[in-house]
């Protein structure tokens, strides 16, 4: 009786072992758990985009048929190069009118500053004669009075010597007058031919612009993206000028990656970026993070924010834009840390992680806690030592 409850008790006692052990796999290789450096990094999906400024909209403000088109898609042009001629003979009309306008201004504003003057100056001889004439007939007065007092004189030549004074006075006075009216009518008419100079002047500049309008030049240096507009169709200025061509200058482009709103806070200005396009799998151009634009994008329901990436790679015959881009943000560095081949974490059924840690020639399960994972390497935080040996899968 007694053989059998032994035997009894050792069955379950190795049935319990068995069922205790979990059976380990054969492990691929195996890695040495030591310290370095990791990064945390964001990864992100953008496009490759002209830089503000870099791509403009070269279009009309003014209404008419185009005459002329110089370029076509894939063009160069050079900043100030004459891309298309609208229709302009009626503006040319306009500003010939305006110009012949403007020189008759000219010349009425002439003829009014030589003209007057004139007038102005021949008067002021007038009023200076009669102040003449009037002090010589005060004088005359004065000695006729002084000889009739001694009865040299009768008193009719005295009535006529002051009636002759009052003359001249009267005729000073006159004079005066026509002066003051001379001069004030010369202030009038040269405001008035001043005005109509400036507002000939006005219409003639607002002419010549207009004309200048029919004459579409580059404004940047760059390669024609597009042309939407083509020789002899009509365009229509309104509140948006039309579109006749697209530069896009290649040599100021950046980067705009899509960020999730889970990793944004990660994002930093300064920050090392990498990237790569599917034009050119394998080649791996730098950048840096220049700017996160606060402005959500809402895609599928996703909150994604565009952040701005300079690019420090020289890039020009390489990429163009609207390129799509793999976006690696380096948001951080740890030196002097433990760390693993991501090959040696596993994630059990619970969650949790785990690493197998070769002791006494065996490979033992054992959780781990982790923290930064890139490169192919994770940070231990808790669970290994430094020098110990894992398993890698």
């Known amino acids: 009786m007694k053989r059998w409850v032994i035997l009894s008790l050792a069955l379950l006692a190795f049935l319990g072992c068995s069922r205790g052990k979990e059976k380990v796999p054969v492990p ?119 000889l009739l007092r001694e009865e040299l004189v009768s008193q009719d030549d005295l009535d006529r010597a002051e009636r002759d004074l ?67 169709e009509t365009v229509v200025a309104g509140l948006n000028a039309p579109t006749f061509i697209t530069v896009v200058d290649l040599s100021r482009l950046q980067v705009d990656a899509y960020v999730d709103e889970t990793d944004i806070g990660k994002i930093r200005p300064g920050q090392q970026v990498r990237f790569t396009v599917d034009a050119y799998p394998d080649k791996v151009f730098r950048g840096v993070v220049k700017t996160v634009y606060p402005g959500a994008i809402i895609r599928n329901n996703v909150v994604f924010y565009d952040t701005a990436i300079e690019i420090k790679t020289p890039y020009r015959g390489l990429l163009k834009p609207e390129m799509t881009a793999d976006v690696t943000v380096i948001a951080g560095e740890k030196r002097g840390v433990l760390v693993v081949p991501s090959s040696a974490v596993k994630i059990g059924m619970d969650g949790k992680s785990y690493c197998f840690v070769q002791e006494k020639g065996k490979w033992v399960k054992r959780e781990v806690k982790t923290g930064w994972e890139s490169e192919g390497k994770v940070e231990i935080l808790q669970g290994l030592r430094e020098g110990e040996v894992v398993a890698l899968w």
């Open 28 to 146: 691929r290789g195996k890695a040495r758990v030591h310290r370095g450096s990791i990064r945390l990094e964001v990864t992100a999906t953008g496009a490759v985009k002209p830089q503000v400024g870099a791509e403009v909209r070269v279009g009309s403000r003014i209404s008419g048929k185009v005459e002329r088109l110089f370029v076509q898609a894939g063009d160069r042009v050079e900043r100030g190069q004459l891309v298309a001629v609208i229709e302009h003979k009626d503006l040319e009309a306009r500003m010939k009118a305006a110009r012949r306008d403007m020189e008759g201004a000219e010349a009425t504003l002439g003829k009014v500053k030589e003209v007057y003057p004139a007038k102005i100056e021949a008067q002021r001889a007038v009023v200076r004669r009669y102040r003449a004439e009037v002090s010589l007939a005060r004088l005359e007065y004065k000695r006729i009075k002084a």
């Open 166 to 232: 009052k003359v001249k006075r009267a005729q000073l006075g006159e004079a005066l007058n026509t002066l003051r009216s001379l001069e004030d009518e010369y202030r009038r008419e040269l405001q008035k031919a001043r005005a109509d100079m400036g507002a000939a002047r006005q219409r003639y500049k607002e002419a010549r612009v207009r004309l200048k309008y029919a004459y579409i030049y580059a404004p940047i240096a760059g390669v024609v993206s597009s042309v939407t507009t083509q020789e002899g």
